[in-house]
């Protein structure tokens, strides 16, 4: 089968590193067109220039980055200095990437590549959806060459990261996820019900940092400082692995169990501002909008290492 014609929209961020570095090494399945950053776990510029570390790490300067969007469209930025590190990126050392980010701005260039695409492409968001909603209203018509959006983000059973029912994505820029959601014409989200299933445990990073090379050193470095995080924030053993779990949905969809659904978000309520509403009360033919509910982490982490191998 070609590769897959995608597009990364991140803001990395230390799960978004790991979730490129996995992009990066599958060029057989994701045809990676560009990767956009937009203003989420840190600034708009520490993203954009984080995801040049990571290519560079990757080896992939064949991927172009672009620079986007520098705060939510209606609501105040929020970061996540806290969980991610002053650079974004943890306790990973790296040198100034010799090569930056493109001129254009992030959301021109999502309208001009998909389309000019010749196969619809796949969006992946894996931070606030402020880009993508962007590219849609200012275009409509990409919709239609939108294969599928594939969003980290929202929380159901598992309750919010943030606040008692929201999830950061979500709630660090709602509106956006709210227009995501209405224009785009697939959407599959990947939320906190399934991200909290896959756990970073040190036996995984122990085994992922025993394969040697670069790449499966730096993945297993992000995803001990996580792990370090989460456990002082009494939020268990392991970091969830949120942002690659797109990745790995797209690289092997047998591992995860998706429903149809609709999904509402919160935009008013400054109590529950940013939960997302899921409603299973619908059928595949009604909605072209699915839940992620479950997933095999040991299937998932498998999956990680084969692709970190050097
Ligand atoms: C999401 O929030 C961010 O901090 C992570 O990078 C991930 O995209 C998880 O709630
Ligand atoms: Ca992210």
Redesign the pocket.
């Known amino acids: 089968m070609p590769a897959r014609p995608i597009l990364i929209d ?7 590193a790991v979730a490129l570095l996995l992009a990066f090494a599958a060029p057989d399945a994701l045809d990676i067109r560009a990767v956009t950053t937009v203003a ?2 840190v600034s708009a510029g520490l993203t954009a220039r984080n995801a040049c570390v990571i290519r560079a790490l990757a080896g992939r300067e064949d991927v172009p980055v672009f620079a986007g969007c520098t705060r939510p469209m209606v609501r105040a930025p929020i970061e ?1 200095e806290h ?2 590190g002053e650079s974004g990126l943890g306790a990973l050392a790296f040198d100034a990437p010799a090569r930056g980010p493109e001129t254009e701005h992030a959301v021109n260039a999502i309208v001009r590549i998909v389309s000019e695409a010749v196969q619809p492409v796949t969006l992946v968001i ?2 606030p959806c402020t880009n993508v909603a962007l590219a849609l209203l200012l275009a409509p018509g990409i919709a239609d060459n939108i294969a599928e959006v594939v969003v ?2 929202g929380a159901r059973s598992e309750g919010g ?2 606040t008692a029912s929201a ?3 979500i709630f ?1 820029d709602p509106h956006a996820a709210h227009v995501v959601l209405t224009m785009a014409p697939a959407v599959t989200v990947l939320g ?1 019900d399934v ?1 909290h299933q896959i756990r970073a445990t040190a036996p995984r990073t122990a085994a992922l940092a025993g394969l040697g090379g670069a790449r499966a050193a730096a993945a297993a470095n992000l995803l001990d400082f996580s792990s370090e995080v989460t456990r002082a924030w009494g939020q268990g053993e392991g970091a ?1 692995l ?2 690659p779990a797109t990745i790995a949905w797209l690289l092997a969809p047998h591992l995860f169990t998706a429903r149809p659904a609709r999904i509402a978000v919160e935009m008013s309520s400054p109590i529950t501002l940013g939960h997302t509403a899921v409603d299973f009360h619908v059928t595949a033919a009604e909605t072209g909008v699915r839940w992620v509910t479950d997933a095999d982490a040991e299937g998932v982490f498998s999956l990680l290492n084969a692709r970190m191998a050097p």
Do not use: I, K, R, S
Request: hydrophobic share 25%; with cysteine; charged share 20%.
């Open positions: 991140c803001d990395p961020g230390v799960d978004d989420g776990n996540a969980f991610h894996t931070g980290m983000g990261n943030v999830e950061y994505n660090a906190l991200t969830p949120h942002d």
